[in-house]
């Protein structure tokens, strides 16, 4: 099989994927998305790949939960989170892909030990100060940057403050629409954009709404715990792959 048919076919996956995890069905979903589309990318590359389809993403999330948000957690959050993407990108532009495929790695094992350690995480009693939301958004800054998988330090962050669930998804919604935003021109000063790769797959866009619709449905039947540990188990997998390659 050519490399560019093996591309094919993990970016419709990915595309796919994304709109299942935006319909409902959970960012563990959607954090397989960089680390999959690197299997067969640079890490450069799939990031820069990923960004716009990832914004296309956050306008059917956004206007899922319009209005629902907590503001004041955003603001917060917000200029840690314009610093750390402003170290990511120095990072990206001066590491060797080596060395970012073990860091993205690295971010993904992260992620894992999250999602094992979130029940935990819930039954903390926990005083809040300002200074943790500066640093959730720096490092949330940080891997949303190299990796698109900032939600664990923001998950984190919101889970100690106790908001209802729909609260906390449409938060997380419109904070990750702002920040990749940001990103963009980060992104360009990066030279991360391969326009005539992403116009490649530009047909492949309307399985983003199709992801979503289905991610809805799915959401009601399938047995999301069973469901979120398959997803944890995979990305452990390709994150260890990344680290080994």
Known sequence: MSLQVEFLIVAVLVIYGIGLSKGGLGGTLGALATPTMALVLSPQDAIGLLLPILMIADVFAVAWHWKKWESKHILLLLPGAIAGITIGTFFITNAPTHALRLALGVIVILFVAYRLAEKQIKKMVYRPRAWHGILAGIVTGFSS???????????????????????????????????????????????????????????MLPLLPLGVWHGRRLSETVDKQTFERLITVLLAIAALYLIAG
């Open 145 to 203: 940057a190299l990796a698109h998988t900032g939600g664990p330090p923001f998950s984190m962050y919101l889970l100690l403050q106790n908001l209802q669930p729909r609260q906390f998804a449409a938060t997380s919604a419109l904070f990750f629409a702002i920040v990749n935003w940001i990103k963009v021109p980060y992104y360009f000063y990066a030279n991360l954009f391969d326009w005539g790769r992403l116009l490649s797959i530009v047909w």
